[in-house]
């Protein structure tokens, strides 16, 4: 048995869909019933955990699993200190120890190894916390999600799009969240002892202007991008309702100047197959 968290999302469905597909047996993490019934109706068991940082809650979840794919709840504006991120990996600490599974992967992020202050922080919390688990611990780093270019499928549809990433030709290790589930699914069926890093890159590096070249062979018209200067970010940001901007605002920093980036050194490598066409169309087609 496999729990896998986050099945709602698009990593955790890939995860779920690999590990169906090879005959495993599946328990779906869900905050409400109604959200697993979909996984319910594929053979899949439900566990629902209101809440995450619920140790007793994820302690149940994890009773019996051969192994657990954990990913934190996506967070983009956490308040300072990340005390959320804190709480919930207490929670999981306290739920691995008493329900000792006999693996976890953990969804981690390029550039969690770097300790400047930016968003990507939290998984370092997280990271940290699962170094002192007892079961054997994968973290597997992934790069930027190809398919974050969701956001941008509107504005593509008018002939612009829009980067925080700059320059615009500059391009930065991404992955599809497809590649990302599989692998997961397989270090889940993997056995190992201690800890391992896994940093997953897709088949090319890619940048936003690469991004808006891909909308225009797919919608067939032209698309262009425009990098958004970097005084502009805090006003944006905040207008969308955000309190804390500063840890997002770093770790784009971090991208654009290079210093988020995966550790490579005592880590292994794996690459994806996902092209960026392939996200693209799927992207358009979904929307």
């Known amino acids: 048995m496999f729990v896998v968290t986050g099945i709602t999302g698009k990593v955790g469905a890939a995860v779920a869909e690999t590990l169906l597909a090879k005959g495993q ?3 779906a993490v869900v905050r409400e019933a109604g959200k697993g019934r979909a996984w319910r109706d594929r ?22 699993a051969a192994g657990v794919f954990l990913m934190m709840p996506p967070d983009y504006d956490p308040a300072p200190g990340f005390p959320r991120v804190h709480a919930l990996a207490e929670a999981v600490r306290t739920a691995i120890a008493a329900a000792v599974p006999g693996r976890v992967v953990f969804l981690s992020t390029v550039g969690a190894q770097v300790p400047e202050f930016n968003l990507l922080n939290n998984s370092a919390i997280m ?23 969701a956001w941008d499928v509107s504005a593509a549809r008018n002939g612009r799009i829009e980067s925080y ?17 599989r692998l997961a699914a397989e270090l889940l069926m993997e056995s190992w002892q201690g800890r391992r890093i896994v940093e997953l890159a897709g ?30 970010w805090e006003p ?18 971090g991208f654009n100047e290079g210093w988020i980036d995966f550790q490579r050194e005592g880590a292994e490598q794996r690459t994806g197959s996902t092209s960026l066409d392939d996200v693209i169309s799927k992207l358009i087609a979904a929307a």
Do not use: Y
């Open 25 to 27: 047996r599946v328990r």
């Open 43 to 64: 053979g899949c068991e439900i566990a629902v955990v209101p809440d995450a940082t619920d140790a007793q809650a994820l302690s149940a979840a994890m009773q019996g």
């Open 127 to 149: 990271e940290t916390m699962l170094g002192q688990a007892k079961v054997p611990v994968a973290l597997l780093r992934a790069a930027w999600f190809l398919d974050n270019a």
């Open 236 to 253: 944006r940001f905040r207008a969308e309702g955000m309190q804390h901007p500063e840890d997002r605002m770093r770790m784009l920093d």
């Open 165 to 181: 990433l700059q320059p615009v030709e500059r391009a930065i290790d991404m992955v599809g969240t497809r590649d990302i589930g």
């Open 203 to 232: 088949p090319r590096k890619v940048s936003p202007k690469d991004i808006a070249a891909a909308f225009s062979k797919a919608l067939g018209r032209p698309v262009e991008v425009r990098a958004i200067p970097r005084e502009a």
